[in-house]
């Protein structure tokens, strides 16, 4: 499998964010870590394994980033303003230095799916959300996605426009939300075993569904608990079975 490490110094970030690529063509798989991981964890938890030969065959070309959870919402010493501007930056890093990158590393037209597994399931929604003219779907496994779980009971404008069942029932423009409902690659995720939350992702396909956006609920058995074992399995398999 081609395998590759790039880098650069993010204007947005003001630091170094390193992204690897796995594969030469297809569509664009943007991985978003978990929790405070790295670009490379979904490697070391073999989850680059598990979908190696859609990789080696040109179905998807993966991109997997930083996160930068630990200077933001995991880092309990910071002030939550603080927090919640440090989450900006890294919108603005994703939309206006990762996707140029892959655009230019693959193709103008090159569909982007973001995906993600726990906190990275609630970035690369909240990701897709804001920027349907970007993004074409995602791929959501065992998310939460009421950011305030994380805020510690902080909330403004910043916490509100990456909280997506927040800001999506007010969604009322004649340009994001029609793209939303044309959609066909909205895969929301989840098992039933140990420390998953199937309610929530219950929740927010009813909030998804009242907005008239498609989408595709999936509740795993309760073999299934929040783990790689977990993912392991489901990406996989939507990659198989759904692209």
Known sequence: MHREIKEWYSPALNKKMEIAV????????????????????????LLIDAISKHIE??????YSINSINAESWLNRKMHPR???????????????EVIPFIKNTSSANTPIITTGASLGALHSANLFFKRPDLIDGVIAMSGVY????????????????????????????DYYLPKLQKSSQIHILTGS?????????????GVLHSKGIPHELDIWGYDMSHDWPTWRAMLPYYLESRF
């Open 57 to 62: 065959s040109g179905k998807v070309k993966v």
């Open 146 to 173: 009421d950011l305030t779980s994380y805020t510690d009971g902080y909330y403004d404008d910043d916490v509100y426009f990456n909280s997506p069942i927040h800001y999506i029932p007010n969604l009322q423009d």
């Open 82 to 96: 603080h927090k919640a501007i440090r989450h900006q930056q890294f919108n603005d890093y994703v939309y206006n």
């Open 193 to 205: 075993g140990s420390y998953e939350s199937p309610d929530a992702s219950r929740k927010f396909s």
């Open 22 to 45: 796995y594969g030469h063509y297809g569509f664009a798989l943007l991985m978003l870590p978990t929790a405070a991981a790295d670009y490379l964890e979904y490697e070391r938890f």
